[in-house]
């Protein structure tokens, strides 16, 4: 069956099945002369006929097969993970080994959706102390592929939740002009507007390999590349299919997940953001020193240093949301035009850190340093090295990024300043307009919190290259409202006079 679902599984036609004392769910070794995977059985009393099994084509692929080829079946022991995975269950401490064990049957697809959902449930309300996490990272990293370089390697990540994240295009390539070599790689977006592999992809290609990025950091200094198109702890993919449907990120995983990768990538310097607000991953301040501790803590243990920057989260970073505007206002800034000084802020802050820790700049200094590479126009030559190194789209200014041809403005109701601003809303309004399939759809905001404004004045403008979708977003945005306009009193106590 030509389908690409993910699933590592077969179709067996009911009656095979029973008469081979097979049940749906259970697990069969698939030969093909030599070759041989492990594979969960469905079961079908009419999609495929009897003496005949469906495939889907990731296992195909793998394999070798092609439709018509003869293979052969046999019952699969239940895999030691399962305990592994009852006993985190129990609350019980896993040991080294168990862990090690648990990752490599993910990887080699092993465990079923609801085994593997059974251990992310365990480990969201059970926890895992440090030595578990640790432990975690290194099975990540161990069960994928990895790059060495001689010398010092930087990364920065940002653990997400705020919409219009794009400081990485700006943050990245200031400080690869300050002579650091910096292997980013990120992710698409799952649940947000655009991840800054969807941002980077309206410019340049992102899906490199390993040799690729290595040698784009060898001779440009830095990529900008999506981490999904290498095998980079791909446990990590694996156990992220099963979070999304639940809506949960268990801290142990988030931590594992983030330095699994930056250690798979060689770095050994690494900044880790955490956005910090209403409606973002960590809401307040207590919750932020405690992750940035255990991302600390957790970097000795891998022999990486960590610095962690908690930044403002509770609205998004500049005024973009969406792949090609949020491509468009990194450019922008770039080019020196006027944007919103929270992107600036927050690019300039976090390639300072790394400048510093890059011995680029001392203490203190290094936003100011960060500040005038960006003046002077070097972060923008660096960045279009990489665009090019990459495989340029052939777009290189901010005025030929291509955005939605349709777009429609949201104005203000009434008079008063903007109090507050929902982040999931403005998300969900994008992502209605087809953000980030649609690399054009997307909000550009023109007001944002504190900022004064008139009935009538447009709040924001959605764009989109669909004509419904334009619509059912702006449905969704008189609906949801993420704007809350108030007057300067809050409230007037008391409310009312006694009459004497």
């Not at 092993?110 to 099975?139: C, F, H, K, P, R």
């Not at 590349?225 to 290498?230: P, Q």
């Not at 330095?259 to 973002?280: H, L, S």
């Not at 340029?392 to 601003?421: A, F, N, Q």
């Amino acid at each position: 069956m030509d389908l690409e679902i993910g699933e590592n599984s077969i179709i067996m036609n009911r009656e095979d099945a029973v008469e081979r004392g097979l049940n749906a769910g259970d697990r069969v070794r698939l030969f093909l002369g030599p070759r041989a995977r492990t594979v969960i059985v469905h079961l079908s009393s009419t999609f495929v006929s009897r003496g005949e099994i469906g495939i889907f084509a990731s296992s195909m692929e793998e394999m070798g097969l092609k439709p018509g080829d003869t293979v052969r079946i046999a019952h699969a022991e239940r895999p030691a993970s399962i305990d592994v995975i009852k006993k985190k269950m129990r609350g019980e401490k896993l040991g080294r080994e168990e862990i090690f064990e648990l990752v490599r049957d993910i990887v080699d697809d092993n465990l079923t959706d609801v085994e593997l959902t059974a251990y992310v449930v365990s480990v969201q309300t059970m926890g895992m102390d440090m030595d578990e996490i640790a432990w975690l990272t290194e099975a990540m990293v161990k069960t994928g592929d990895t790059l060495d370089f001689e010398g010092e390697i930087f990364d920065v990540h940002s653990i997400g939740g705020v919409p219009g994240n794009k400081y990485a295009l700006i943050a990245v390539p200031t400080a690869a002009a300050a002579g650091l070599r910096i292997p980013k790689t990120s992710s698409r977006a799952i649940s947000s507007a655009a991840g800054t592999a969807d941002v980077m992809e309206v410019l340049a290609r992102v899906d490199l390999s390993l040799e690729k990025i290595k040698e784009i950091v060898e001779t440009v200094g830095a990529t900008l590349a999506w981490g999904g198109a290498v095998n980079l702890a791909p446990a990590d993919d694996k156990i992220i299919r099963v979070e999304y449907p639940l809506g949960i990120d268990p801290r142990p995983q988030l931590l594992a997940s983030v330095m699994a990768k930056k250690k798979a990538m060689g770095a050994n310097v690494v900044v880790i953001d955490i956005p910090m607000g209403e409606e973002a991953k960590v809401e307040n301040y207590a919750e932020a020193r405690k992750l940035a501790r255990d991302f600390i803590e957790l970097g000795e243990r891998l022999g990486m240093m960590v610095d962690v920057a908690i930044t403002y989260g509770g609205q998004p970073v500049g005024r973009a949301i969406g792949p090609a505007l949020e491509a468009k206002e990194a450019l922008m800034a770039l080019e020196g035009k006027p944007v919103s000084s929270s992107l600036i802020e927050k690019s300039t802050a976090i390639a300072g850190i790394l400048l510093e820790l890059g011995g680029k700049a001392r203490r203190g200094e290094g936003k100011a340093v960060a500040k005038e590479i960006l003046r002077s126009g070097r972060s923008r030559e660096k960045f279009l090295e990489i665009i090019e190194a990459q495989g340029s789209r052939g777009i290189e200014s901010s005025e030929e990024v291509p955005v939605g041809k349709y777009h429609e403005d949201v104005t203000s109701m009434e008079d008063g300043y903007v109090g507050r601003l929902s982040n999931k809303a403005l998300v969900r309004i994008a992502r209605i307009a087809g953000s980030p399939r649609d690399k054009g759809a997307g909000i550009w905001l023109n007001k944002k919190k504190g900022d004064r404004v008139e009935k009538g004045d447009v709040l924001f403008t959605i764009y989109s290259s669909s004509k419904e979708r334009l619509e059912m977003a702006l449905r969704a945005a008189r609906r949801l409202m993420p704007h809350k306009i108030e007057g300067m009193i809050l409230e007037r106590i008391p409310s009312y006079h006694e009459e004497g």
